[in-house]
């Protein structure tokens, strides 16, 4: 079935350094692809997504390419801030069912001062 | 602005007491799903709705039912809580740019922390 591996945390960074968060899906057909952001104490809202491979999804300096080569969704940042600390989900839509979004596991980042 | 909204942010129960999550969407969106978030497990719908009165089981039902009166409201029912139930509750609504397009954004509420001792 369809699935979101991503890679586990936590992850903690220094500020002002290079951030890589690998996310790989499995999926039949042609799945929509996003990463969802969870700051401490609130709700998970969209960062950035994209509906077809090679699309780049961007927002607040990050940034995701879909790459259907590599069934990969793999988010990054050139500079982090203490303010990116949050939980990261990478997620994909369901193919078969336009609105039901498969989550991965959630990756923890940790950005020191 | 999109906005859903869950009637509480922290519940303690007890073993056994029956428990109504609410959501309320005032997108006039047909679709509304409930997940629980654990950590190390992500998050895991447990079910959702795709218009009044219709729902479907999601991958984790065992132990929770739903109520869909009205189009902005759906509710999580836990008919006799347990312990393992404990864990944040999250309601969600998609926002869908063209009718007959691709998934797009979900919007999330803030959740509800419930405890069941």
């Known amino acids: 079935g369809n699935s979101v591996t991503q890679m586990e945390g936590p992850v903690t960074l220094s500020e002002e350094a290079f951030l890589t968060i690998n996310c790989t899906y499995t999926?039949?057909?042609?799945?929509?692809l996003f990463w969802y952001v969870q700051y401490p104490g609130e709700g998970l809202q969209l960062l950035l997504k994209?509906?077809?491979?090679?699309d780049k999804g961007s927002n607040k300096g990050f940034e995701a390419t879909y790459r259907k080569e590599t069934t990969s969704f793999h988010l990054e940042k050139g500079s982090v801030q203490v303010s990116d600390s949050a939980v990261y989900f990478c997620?994909?839509?369901?193919?078969?069912?336009?609105?039901?979004?498969?989550f991965g596991k959630g990756t923890r980042l940790h950005i020191l001062p | 602005d999109v906005k859903v909204t869950q009637s509480s942010r922290y519940l303690v129960k007890r073993t056994g007491e029956k428990v109504f999550l609410e959501c309320v969407q005032d997108?006039?969106?047909?679709?509304m799903f409930w997940y629980r978030q654990d950590p190390g497990l992500g998050l895991r719908l447990i079910y959702f709705?795709?218009?009044?009165?219709?729902?479907e089981k999601g991958d984790i039902p065992e132990g929770y039912s739903v109520s869909r009166e009205k189009k902005e409201r759906f509710s999580l029912i836990l008919e006799s809580a347990s312990t393992n139930q404990t864990s944040m509750y999250l309601c969600?609504?998609?926002?869908?740019?063209?009718?007959?397009?691709?998934?797009?954004?979900?919007?999330f509420g803030p959740g509800t922390r419930l405890t069941v001792l």
């Open positions: 969600a609504s998609p926002k869908r740019v063209e009718l007959a397009g691709p998934s797009d954004t979900q919007y």
């Open positions: 709705s795709y218009d009044v009165k219709m729902k």
């Open positions: 994209a509906t077809k491979a090679d």
């Open positions: 999926a039949t057909g042609y799945p929509s």
């Open positions: 997620a994909l839509s369901d193919p078969n069912r336009d609105d039901k979004i498969i």
């Open positions: 997108m006039d969106h047909e679709n």
